[in-house]
Each structure stands twice: as C-alpha cells, then as structure tokens.
C-alpha cells in the first residue's frame, strides 16, 4: 500500500495504481481529465497531455519533486507522494494550452456532429480551454475515407488518443484499422475501404473521446440531448447485454454501451445488440438511465430521485469542499 | 592541432579495410579487454575516463552502463545509434564511412563489458551507402575472428547487426530506435521504465552513439587516466565537431574538449574563419535543437570569460545568455544570414518530423512553422512574435520526448536574441519580399545604430 496526497488530501492506495486511478478515488474537482487514458484498456494513455500534474514530492524516499509535468495516467504512485493538480497554477496553464493545442486543428462543427452533447473534448474545452482562439491558419483536412458500413469516420475531428486501435487489438480478434502517417498528418486508416467488420467493432464508437467514429445508423437522426436514454438489457451470447437504448416515443434511435461517470465503458458489448435490435420489445427496460445533471442531455430527463442516493452525493461534495479548503492555495 | 584519438589514422590509404586497419593498431584494444580486463574493470575504465555520451544529452556514458540491470536473466542488448538526423550533424556518417572497424571495436568491447550477445547498429536509412561499408566490414571482421563464437578464444561470443531505418529523426530518440528496431512504428516510449530496465524486446539495453562507441577502444588503449588529462572538469576527451555554414573550411574536425570556440571558428587549423571576409552574426552550436547565440555570446559568456568547447562553458549562463554542445553540429551564420528565415527552416524539420504521438507536439510545431512562414513572407503581425514565445513556453516540458523540447528551444532563444529582426519583419513587410532580403544589406540592429551615433 502507498500513501499519496493529492490536493492536500491524503489517500492510501494499493501499490502500482497510477496517479489518476488515485485521484479518481478521492474524487471530485482533482481528479486530472483524460483524453487517451481509458481504464479498461491496457496499455492507452500518455498521449493527450491533459492529466499532467505537478510531482511536488517523489516519495518518501526521495522527496525531490520530479522536473516536469507528469503524465498523471501512467505514472505509478509512490508510498510519500505529493502531488498538485487543481492547487497547482502550473498544471492549469498546461492543460489550458493541451486544450488550445487539440482545438487548433478541430473543425469545432459541433452544430452539425452527433458527438455534441456527449464529447469529451466540448467538455474539456469548456472547463478549461479560453473561449477565443488565436489561430488564424488554415485547419488540416484529410481525404474522406469510409471504413464500413456501420461507423462513419470524420478524420478532421479526431485528436489522435489511439483508444480506437486499442480497442480494436484488444477486443476484436483481429485490427484492420491503425494509424498511419506521421505527426500531424496521422490519420486513423484502413488497408482495403469498409473493411472494419467485426463483432466486436462498434465499440470504437463509445471509446472515440470526439465525433470522430459515430454510428451510421443514428447518424443526423437526433441531438442527443433530446432523446430519452433507458437502462436495458437482453440476454445475449456474446456479450454481456447491459446497453443504455436511446429512445425517442417507440422508437429506438441508437444502442450504446453504459459508460461510467468519466464516460468509460467497462462492459462492452458486440455489434448484434448495438446494431441489430432496434426494437424496444427486444429489450427488458430497466428504466430511465442516471444522466448526470450538469448534463445538456439532463433537460427534461426525469428520473425517479432515490433519496440515499442524493444525500450520498451531498455529503460527497461536502467533503470534498472541506479538501478544497484545506488545500495549500486555501490556508484558510 | 589538438590530440586525434578518433581521426588520428584518418589520411592512412585502405584504413576501411580489416588489413590496414589492423596493421596501424586497429583491434589491439579489443584484445587487450577481452583478454587481460573483466568486464567490470572495462566499465570502470569508462566511469573514470568521464566519457559523456557524444549524442546530444551529454550523459556520463560509464554511468549509463552502470544503470544495465545486471540481475536480471533477460539477455541483454547493447545497441548503437546511427540514426544521426540531426540538422548541421554529420561527424557519424564520416566516421563510419571512414573507420568502420573502429565502430566495430567499440561495439565489441562494449558488449563485452555489457555482457551483451547480440548487438545492433542502427543506422538511418539514408545512410545506405555506410550501411553497406558497415556491412562488409563486419564480414571481414567476422572472418577475423573479432565477431562470432568464442572470440580470441575466450568465452565471449557476439553477434552484430546492422539495421536500417526508414528515415525518421525521431528514431534518434532512443526508445523510438527500440521500437523501430523491433519492427513497429518508430514512436518514443513513456518512460519509465527505462532501457536499462526495459529495453529492446523488454531486454536490459544501452543504447550508445556511435563517437560514444568509437572513443572506447581508445580508452581502453591508452588507459583512462590519460584520457582523462585531455578536456576540462567534467568534459574530458575529444569531440568531432561538425562545422557547416558561413566558414571558410567546413568539415568534420576532432578538437580537444576545451577549445576556445573563437580559436575553432577563427583558426586556420579548423574552420579558419568566416567566408568572403564577413562578420560574423550568429552561431547554433550543437545542431538545430539546441539555443542559437549571437555572435557576443557565442565568443564570451555573458560573465566575460572566453566561451570554450565543452559541455559546461556552453551551457554558462542557461538558455538566457547560453546554449548547448549538444551532438556538435556547429552551423555559423555570417551577418547576410535572416535568422526568421533560418528559424522558419528549422521549424518545418521538426513539423516535418514530429512523430504526432503526443498532442502539444503534433499541434504546436506545424502552428509554430505556419506562424514563421507568415512572418518570413511579411504576412506577419505585432503579436505573432510573443504568440510564438507563448507556444514555445506550452510545448516545452509538456511532450513524451525530448523532440518538443528541441522544437520550442530554438524559437524561443531566436526571439530572445534577435527580436528586432522578427519586428521588422513585420514592419517592413516590402523590404523581405525577396528571399535572399538581408544579402545586399545586412540587417543592422536599430537600438545598436542608434547607441553609436
């Protein structure tokens, strides 16, 4: 086990868990963002440079503090480890300019994108990013390529986190999709056209942190913010069969996996309940699914409020205000 | 002229060959370390000769070594890096195309002391033609028995490989190199864990450049106490220095570390001064990555004293009023040269080569080059000049490699030192319509011309 302070909130974690994973299980306004990092799958992170944090002190061991800024997603804690996120100015400078740098070349179509309303980067860009910009350069463009019949790849969105080639190697048995190109000119790519087929595949959509690979079949159909997403689930060979259906009346627009509070899917499921059972009475509905209020999506989402629930949360957030008062930027 | 331990048989006819090479001392060092020293004895050796590694960082090579987890059962690897891709460095390509038998015996006398079986060079792919020398070097070694089992009789075998790049400067980086070696895409990795630990096919490995390998064989010969007297404080040893640029004799020269760099740009014996009588304006002292500096602070530091050839005196005063030695790629500009225009080159490199892994990289380099080759062409504003500082400051520190870092530091030293120039770039949009617009007209300093009337 190894203790870490994290904001002036001390934590003990097991050995090995990195800084992030610590963060999340403080909590809270700490908890670093994540573009690239994805929890369930091996080996991602280290790319979008939004988790950095400040290493105010290595270990217990060796309390020098580490030169820069640290990937906080893969760099393992140490049993004395200080580190600043939020209470550092130098970390939210860097992941300002990680902002400005990945919205440099973003086509910002957000109107138009069906990621809207559930994009990782709006919601970065919103906490973080400045609402002006000073590039006044031509944004890159890429050939449109189509990679099947099911996901639809917009080139211009992408940020380059890799989940997409992670996903593919882990889950499905076999990649037909990487990266290919070199530095900004990478771009996600297929060998042969429409090749990405797999039973699995359709999980590329809910890991993209951007609008970058969206369903097909719910392309331009709705905002999402004004469908009415519903826990479901069906009994299901391959996969585990938890889905959120995204209904609007009867009609079933989209299937997705059930993401976490930091929109991570943890159970992933295969292209035949995704794609091929838009029907609700497919489906045993379990009821409406918990959007978090500080959602677009939340308006006009009526959930049945569970009173243990909502004062778990209070008392969550009162606690971690009291961390936030106890930080070193707030002595008092 | 200074000790020659590297070029030192350099004119001798068919020195490339196995026969000459060995007839003028070649391979005694190999032969005196295998049979008379244990590897730890080699190691300390080159802990005490204070060799540092001659690629860019200037590590403590004998340090380096000492880092290779020894418990581990894993075979262990030493790899050479000769994916010398760096701007105005070219003093690898010279040494392997003319001494390959002495990479050769760097590379077996570091195996040896890394207790490494398998070795590979890895050369970049545009170097086809030294690949090729390389290749049949190694054969005619091989043939003498220097490579292969049971060398010299000892226990010691080793197996050397030569593999090519596909032409990426970030394959320099050294985790990239792993990468590419191993055959996938030549991105750096997230350290820790390090070489040392987790290598090649997750192996213990050094990976070494090639001077760092060719000054073994001379350590071990004539003994790390003396090569320890040449060079000052922490730079001991001998250095080939690429000089390119606005001099009268470019070319690849080994000095001794502590030369004073005004003796290396005005001397006759090295690059005998600047060209068509001009004056000089600015040098970049170890290759494009490192801080370029004006001509005052080039010749003295800002404390006065005389700047000298070495890691320390180069570094005198921090990316303030000093630079780096870096890998020794030393380009000077004479007083015609437009430092935006030079700058704007620079930058395309780096956007060119960025490998697109990490974002402030990927995003910051291509906007930097677009925001240079507005301000070059007189497109320019006020406030592009601070912009550029600004993303400079924002890459810096913030990427997985050091290719960042090299990408911010010379546009942040270029503007700290030569402002001005950027200014009127954007004042005068009409006088640098043409490309070669400070050729007839040096640019002179407003401030300066201002102070001497």
Known sequence: MAKVTIDGIEIEVQDGTTILNAARQIGGDSVPPAMCYYSSLKDSGGKCRVCLVKVAQGSAKDPRPMPKLMASCRTPVMDGMVVQSITSPEVLEARKSVVEFLLINHPLDCPICDQAGECDLQNLAYKHGVGQTRYEEEKRTFEKIDIGDKIKLHMTRCILCYRCTFVANQITDNRVHGIIGRGDASEISTYIQKAVDNDFSGNMIDVCPVGALTDKTFRFKSRVWFTNPLDAHRDCKKCSGKVVLWTKGEEVLRVSARTDQYNEVKEFICNECRFDHKIKSDWIIEGPRHIDRHSVIAQNHYEKSDLQKLKKEIDRQIEFEKGKLLSPNNPG | MGKQFLLGNIKVPGIHTYDVYRKHGGYNAAEKALKTQTRDQVIEEVKFSGLRGRGGAGFPSGMKWSFLDQKSDKPRYLVCNADESEPGTFKDRFLMEKLPHLLIEGMIISSYALGAKTSYIYIRGEYMYVLRILEKAILEAYAAGFLGKNILGTDFSLDLYVHPGAGAYICGEETALLESLEGKRGLPRLKPPFPAIAGLYACPTVVNNVETIASVPCIVNISADLYNDIGIGKSTGTKLISASGHINKPGVYEIEL????????????????????????????????????????????????PRLMTYESLSDGGFVSGSMLGSGGFIVMDETTCIVRNLWTFARFYHHESCGQCSPCREGTGWMEKVLHRIEHGHGHMSDVDLLVDIAKKIEGNTICPLGDAAAWPVASAIRHFREEFEYHVKYPEKVKDPKHFEKEPFVSEKLERAVH
């Open chain 2, 258 to 305: 502590g030369l004073p760099v005004e003796e290396f740009i005005y001397s006759d014996e090295y690059c005998g001064g600047i060209w068509k009588g001009r004056s000089l304006k600015a040098v970049v002292a170890g290759g494009s990555s490192v801080p370029i500096l004006p001509a005052n602070l080039i010749l003295k530091t800002a404390k006065g004293e």
